[in-house]
T-cell receptor, first 114, second 113 residues
Framework: NAGVTQTPKFQVLKTGQSMTLQCAQD?????MSWYRQDPGMGLRLIHY???????DQGEVPNGYNVSRSTTEDFPLRLLSAAPSQTSVYFC?????????????FGEGSWLTVV | GENVEQHPSTLSVQEGDSAVIKCTYS??????FPWYKQELGKRPQLIID?????GEKKDQRIAVTLNKTAKHFSLHITETQPEDSAVYFC????????????FGQGTILTVHP
């Protein structure tokens, strides 16, 4: 199993451009989420999903959209990139309720907005 | 919402020494406290976690303690090794909160041979 797969791994965008970070998982986990990691600020939750067709906002949702049409995929869309969105983005999944809140991260996507 | 403070931001120890990282949280409803280790350029990986129904949990050289009354929890690494060098993050949240965790700011641990 691949686990959690993120693409692209590295991306440079110009201010105002849009793009989608892809996240796919093959563990049949219901819960998926996106975090961003900035120096000195730990990881902050952007959006999360508790299942196909259901999404909700996290701590820092502005400037990002998500959708969950299938269990496997949870893409993160940057609508109009800004330099403040330069960060490392991690997709994360969590297995079912009985396993609690243990989350597993993808390998990360490094995004630079110039 | 939850707020997690982590200290120290950097920690330097000699190989074989112990290392302690401390976190405080603000929401008394939080009942799940994981610790993640992140090596340079890699993803965070869970190393140990604790639920609020226990006060301490150990896994070989790693232990976590929890004081619910004071709302703080700590990571203890004994007999440190150079491969323990990494960034460590604490987090707090609800056991059933769908992957929603609030993270501390991270501690850069350096173990000198």
């Amino acid at each position: 199993n691949a686990g959690v797969t993120q693409t692209p791994k590295f991306q440079v965008l110009k201010t105002g451009q849009s793009m989608t970070l892809q996240c796919a998982q093959d563990m049949n986990h219901e819960y998926m989420s996106w975090y961003r990691q900035d120096p000195g600020m730990g990881l902050r939750l952007i959006h999360y999903s508790v299942g196909a067709g259901i999404t909700d906002q996290g701590e820092v949702p502005n400037g990002y959209n998500v959708s969950r049409s299938t269990t496997e995929d949870f893409p993160l869309r940057l609508l109009s990139a800004a330099p403040s969105q330069t960060s490392v983005y991690f997709c994360a999944t969590r297995s079912d309720h009985s396993s609690g809140n243990t989350i597993y991260f993808g390998e990360g996507s490094w995004l630079t907005v110039v | 919402g939850e707020n997690v403070e982590q200290h120290p931001s950097t920690l330097s120890v000699q190989e074989g020494d112990s290392a302690v990282i401390k976190c405080t949280y603000s929401d008394s409803a939080s009942n799940y406290f994981p610790w993640y280790k992140q090596e340079l350029g890699k993803r965070p990986q869970l190393i140990i976690d604790i639920r609020s129904n226990v006060g301490e949990k150990k896994d070989q050289r790693i232990a976590v303690t929890l004081n619910k009354t004071a709302k703080h929890f700590s990571l203890h690494i004994t007999e440190t090794q150079p491969e323990d060098s990494a960034v460590y993050f604490c987090a707090a949240g609800l056991w059933t909160s769908y992957g929603k965790l609030t993270f501390g700011q991270g501690t850069i641990l350096t173990v000198h041979p």
